[in-house]
């Protein structure tokens, strides 16, 4: 059974995303093989990164995109074999782990942890991490999130255990009102989010960046996919090719941000935003990088977000990346 994963958080592409939930689109990786691998996807993210890129190119395999708002409903498709592959940043896959999905995590993403921050309004008398001692927290967006990562990870840095603040959970729109009104006075919010906060008059308290979040997302293949020795093959070959198209993205932002725009309808503001808070790498699952989302995992399931915890390492298939 998949349990809480209407409450696994979403990615920031995903809550900008114009498109439907569950809307498939299909493209041909190249050549004619006889292998199809349905990548799954939020917001076109993954496609608009290997189509501006070229990444794709040469490939003897085919791609079939399985495309979905958030990190929820792709989880539920790879539970379901609607999708070969899942993609989200390291709390979503951590949650589905622990809601019983069966994949393995196959490679890590990586970004500095920059778009995730604690804004607060200026004048608030919230000057230090210390001061949110007492205060009402709003975290976006669902229970499990990044942001309600940071928040209690910056709390146990300063000496605060997590029952020290009020925690309300309210998605990013609507707390994006509530914070130009003046009804918000510590918000634990991402991306354009966050930039839309701080262009408000707020004030940046704090940010995921120095590994107050871990900047880690995963690539996961269904526990199927990976019993196909030909999905297999191909899988390890996306990967590579994954890798070398968020090298590019980190190199030609400005490209980036205008496939982004084309192909996504996101105004230029919001293109440029995603563009930067994109994940530049892709990465074997090495001990370091089990290590440092086990403790993220530890730390939720002491503040009794994750429950079950999950074994990391336990959970990762290392064979495909070296």
Not at 156 to 171: A, C, E, F
Not at 205 to 217: M, P, Q, T
Not at 279 to 303: C, E, F, H
Request: aromatic share 6%; glycine share 10%.
């Amino acid at each position: 059974m998949i349990r809480r994963l209407a409450a696994a958080s979403v990615s920031l592409a995903a809550l900008l995303s114009l498109t439907a939930c569950g809307a498939d689109s299909s493209a041909e990786a190249g050549g004619k093989g006889p292998v199809t691998l349905t990548i799954g996807d939020q917001a076109k993210t993954l496609q608009t990164i290997v189509a501006a890129s070229g990444a794709l190119k040469g490939a003897d395999y085919k791609v079939k995109w399985a495309e979905f708002e958030g990190a929820a409903p792709l989880f539920q498709a790879v539970q379901a074999g609607a999708a070969d592959t899942t993609y989200s940043a390291d709390l979503p896959a951590l949650q589905a782990l622990s809601g019983g999905v069966r994949f393995k995590n196959v490679a890590a993403l990586k970004n500095d942890g920059r778009h995730v921050g604690i804004v607060v309004p200026k004048g608030s008398g919230i000057d230090s991490v210390k001061d949110l001692k007492g205060q009402k927290v709003v975290v976006s967006s669902a229970k499990g999130s990044i942001s309600e990562y940071l928040l209690a990870n910056a709390l146990k840095q300063n000496g605060l255990s997590y029952s020290d603040v009020k925690v309300q959970y309210l998605l990013p729109t609507d707390a994006q009102a509530a914070f130009a009104s003046g009804k918000i006075k510590a918000w634990a919010t991402f991306g354009v989010y966050q930039a839309v906060g701080l262009g408000q008059g707020g004030k940046l308290l704090v940010d995921g960046a120095d590994g107050r979040v871990s900047g880690y997302g995963f690539v996961g293949a269904s526990d199927e996919a990976l019993a196909d020795s030909g999905k297999k093959v191909a899988l390890t070959d996306f990967l590579k090719r994954l890798g070398t198209a968020l090298q590019w993205t980190s190199t030609h932002q400005d490209a980036y941000a205008k496939a982004i725009e084309q192909r996504n309808g996101a105004d230029p503001t919001v293109a440029k935003t995603l563009a930067s808070a994109a994940y530049s790498k892709v990465l074997p699952l090495s001990p370091d990088v089990n290590r440092t989302v086990q403790g993220v995992a530890d730390l939720m399931n002491g503040i009794g977000v994750l429950e079950p915890n999950v074994d990391v390492a336990d959970s990762a298939d290392t064979s495909l990346l070296k």
